[in-house]
T-cell receptor
Framework: KAGVTQTPRYLIKTRGQQVTLSCSPI?????VSWYQQTPGQGLQFLFE???????NKGNFPGRFSGRQFSNSRSEMNVSTLELGDSALYLC??????????????FGPGTRLTVL | SQKIEQNSEALNIQEGKTATLTCNYT??????LQWYRQDPGRGPVFLLL?????KEKRKERLKVTFDTTLKQSLFHITASQPADSATYLC????????????FGKGTMLLVSP
């Protein structure tokens, strides 16, 4: 079974631009979560999607948004980029999201650098 | 606010010894706790899950304990190998039904031959 894939792997943008990151979960997984990882803050939860609906959202500004498609693929968008948005963005999928005990399978991440 | 603490300093041990990593939390009542391994430039990889009503879980050379009174989990790697060198993250989840995890910042483990 193919793992979680994320594209692109690396991205360089300038302040004020916007960016869209893509995540394809493991086949059959319906829950997709996004996390931001920085050296200072560690892994921080952005949002979770299940069956095309955002089920939970972390404490991030409205510039961060996402969506999930009918095939469970997900995208996240960051508008008006700031220097502090430079981070590794990780996508994780889990089986059905209805059990609290589902392990999460992470993708390799997208390394975003904002100049 | 919820806080999860893991040793920020790297843990250096010799091959063959047991590595013990600590995860402490405050202002949280987790339903379960997970441990992940993360190698540089890669996403975290799930290792073990332990529920709030479980005291200990084992998987091969790995052992996790969970003390909800002390609000602490210990993660042990026995007979450690240089290939075990990585950053280990603990993550807490609640019983909301969501997959959301709250992560600690991780502890880097370095196993020298």
């Amino acid at each position: 079974k193919a793992g979680v894939t994320q594209t692109p792997r690396y991205l360089i943008k300038t302040r004020g631009q916007q960016v869209t990151l893509s995540c394809s979960p493991i086949s059959g997984h319906r829950s997709v979560s996004w996390y931001q990882q920085t050296p200072g803050q560690g892994l921080q939860f952005l949002f979770e999607y299940f069956s095309e609906t955002q089920r939970n959202k972390g404490n991030f500004p409205g510039r961060f948004s996402g969506r999930q498609f009918s095939n469970s693929r997900s995208e996240m968008n960051v508008s008006t980029l700031e220097l502090g948005d430079s981070a590794l963005y990780l996508c994780a999928s889990s089986l059905d999201g209805t059990s609290s005990y589902n392990e999460q399978f992470f993708g390799p991440g997208t390394r975003l650098t904002v100049l | 606010s919820q806080k999860i603490e893991q040793n920020s300093e790297a843990l250096n041990i010799q091959e063959g010894k047991t590595a013990t990593l600590t995860c402490n939390y405050t202002n949280y009542s987790p339903a379960y706790l997970q441990w992940y391994r993360q190698d540089p430039g890669r996403g975290p990889v799930f290792l073990l899950l332990i529920r709030e009503n479980e005291k200990e879980k084992r998987k091969e050379r790995l052992k996790v304990t969970f003390d909800t009174t002390l609000k602490q989990s210990l993660f042990h790697i026995t007979a450690s190998q240089p290939a075990d060198s990585a950053t280990y993250l603990c993550a807490l989840g609640d019983n909301s039904g969501y997959s959301t995890l709250t992560f600690g910042k991780g502890t880097m483990l370095l196993v020298s031959p």
